[in-house]
């Protein structure tokens, strides 16, 4: 039964609902993420940034190129998707107050950079380096103890790119006064990296934008796909097909087990909440990745009979410390175990 003022589709099922095309649901920025995006425009005018970023709902988190804009996912406009997109993909990014206010101070980082073109600048390069340097978001190897990047969003993303290492640098000048973000930063290069940003928005605060506004990307009024569609292809980017060369590690960890022993594929379905839980709270990885890597090798100990025989304490830690290291390998090379 429809509810007076909800859209038509929120009484669907998920198989009804995946079957609608994004332009077709008709959301709009309202109600709490209005709030958010309101939030974030009073933290600007408060730390004296002259930009209201222009906020449009699309696919995903990000600012398009060139353009003084910031994409918010779709699906955080109304509880029913976040829903849909919490079993599609078993998190919800940006969901909580916090984490999405976290995403649009770093989109608004890119936003800030895009409308004074600071990436051009001779003494922007030299902060943060040449904004042409290679773009791999997904691969790049991180280093989790450097002191020269600052720490906002999760897998020490502030090394990915110098765009990115600017866009955090600026969430966290946004985020904090700078008297605290000095002591927290302490002996620390990133604070120069701080120091300048705060510096650099006293420049401009009474300039006008060089770029004012822009093309909105990929934006869900217009966006054709539909959300089963949709949903096939993250997952495909998040969670890549493996070949069975985890087998030998696999017996190696359980082995054929004897008679009366429980099924070690019966032993990760028991753990598996725990296990997943874990190693995304440890490793920063996302949630789906990690479920997808879980389940898969669940069913390749199914199909190789593998049995829990021995310690079931000790199955269980070398089970999470290989799941882990498989995790952690994705996070920095995009593949969990390359060939020898």
């Known amino acids: 039964m429809e509810t007076p003022g909800e859209p ?26 209005e709030k958010r995006v309101g939030e974030l425009y009073e933290n600007l005018a408060a730390s004296g940034v002259r930009l209201r970023p222009d906020c449009y709902l699309g696919d995903e988190w990000f600012s398009p190129e060139g353009v003084p804009a910031i994409a918010i996912p779709f699906y955080l406009a109304h509880p029913r998707l976040r ?17 999405c206010q ?13 409308a004074y073109r600071f990436s051009s600048r001779e003494d922007w390069q030299s902060i943060f380096g040449s904004p042409d340097a290679e773009y791999t978001p997904e691969t790049y190897t991180p280093r989790p103890y450097s002191r020269s ?18 866009a955090e640098t600026f969430a966290v000048w946004l985020g904090s006064p ?51 569609r949709y949903y ?15 087998d030998a590690d696999l017996r190696a960890i359980f082995g054929t087990g004897v008679e009366g022993s429980e099924s070690a594929s019966k032993l990760m379905k028991k753990n598996r909440a725990a296990l997943i839980a874990t190693i995304v709270k440890w490793t920063g990885q996302r949630k789906y990745t990690v479920s997808m890597l879980v389940r898969k090798l ?9 049995a829990a025989a021995g310690d079931s304490a000790q199955l269980h830690f070398e ?16 593949r969990f175990k390359r060939s020898v």
């Open 232 to 246: 096939a292809g993250r997952r495909k980017l998040y969670a890549e097909d493996f070949p069975d060369f985890y």
């Open 8 to 33: 038509a589709w929120v009484a669907l099922r998920d198989e009804e609902l995946l079957a609608l095309r994004i332009c077709d649901l008709g959301v709009r920025i309202e109600g709490d993420l």
């Open 149 to 166: 990047f600052v720490r906002h969003l999760p897998n020490w993303y502030a090394q990915a790119h110098p765009d990115e290492d600017f």
């Open 83 to 99: 829903a849909l997109e919490l079993r599609q993909m078993l998190e919800v990014e940006g969901g909580t107050a916090e984490w």
């Open 319 to 334: 089970l999470a410390g290989y799941l882990a290291a498989l995790v952690t390998n994705h996070l920095y090379t995009g």
């Open 178 to 228: 700078m008297e605290d973000l000095r002591e927290h930063y302490r002996g620390w290069k990133a604070l120069e990296k701080i120091e300048y940003v705060d510096t650099l928005i006293r420049d401009v605060a009474d300039r006008k934008p060089a770029v004012r506004r822009g093309r909105r990307i990929s934006e869900a009024a217009k966006l054709r796909s539909t959300l089963e």
């Open 298 to 306: 669940t069913l390749r100990c199914q199909k190789l009979k593998l």
């Open 102 to 114: 976290r995403l649009l101070r770093h989109e608004a980082g890119h936003a800030i950079d895009h």
